[in-house]
Structures are given as C-alpha cells and as structure tokens.
C-alpha cells in the first residue's frame, strides 16, 4: 500500500519528529532491447522464484502482457527507457 503525504506527515510527527521534509527523487531504467528487459523482469531477482514456479505457459501470457505494459517505454532506437520517481522524506526531532 502506498502511504499519502498526510499519512507519512501523521506518522513523523506521531514519532516525535519536530521538522521534516521530503524531495521526489527520480530515475529511469535504461534496458538496449526488450530480452535485456523480459531477463530483468522474469530472472533472478525480487520475483525471480516466483516466476520460476510457473509452468510455461503462464509465463508466456505474462510475457505477452508484459510486452503491452512495457510498449510506451519503447523508444525508436528499440531500447526501453523506464522512469521511476520515489519520495524521500527526513526530518529532526
């Protein structure tokens, strides 16, 4: 789940935080064809022994839905460029 501002707000100062802040914090992915991407997304890793334990073809469906999520990240050259932003938050008590 994915907290909102005033919830993280209400948790810092429950916390005893007397000043905070936070800053969006962003980058992109950058993957040179879509098998560097479908490696990242379907080998080792966070899911990696999860989607080692799907038989074949639902890990082609996910392939294929995964080629439909990814396609607005596709640029001209062929290569994928995926951005991610974050929200850091800090504060003083």
Do not use: M
């Not at 909102?4 to 005893?16: G, Q």
């Amino acid at each position: 789940d994915r907290l909102t501002d005033t919830d993280v707000s209400a948790r810092l100062k429950e916390a005893s935080f007397a000043e905070f802040d936070s800053a969006p914090f962003s980058w992109s992915y950058n993957f040179p064809n879509w098998e560097a991407l479908w490696e990242f997304a379907s080998g080792p890793g966070l899911f990696g022994q999860k989607f080692a334990a799907l038989g074949e073809s639902v890990k082609e469906q996910v392939r294929v839905h995964l080629t439909g999520e990814f396609a607005a990240y596709r640029q001209d050259d062929g290569s994928y460029l995926i951005p991610h932003t974050c929200r850091l938050w800090w504060g003083r008590r």
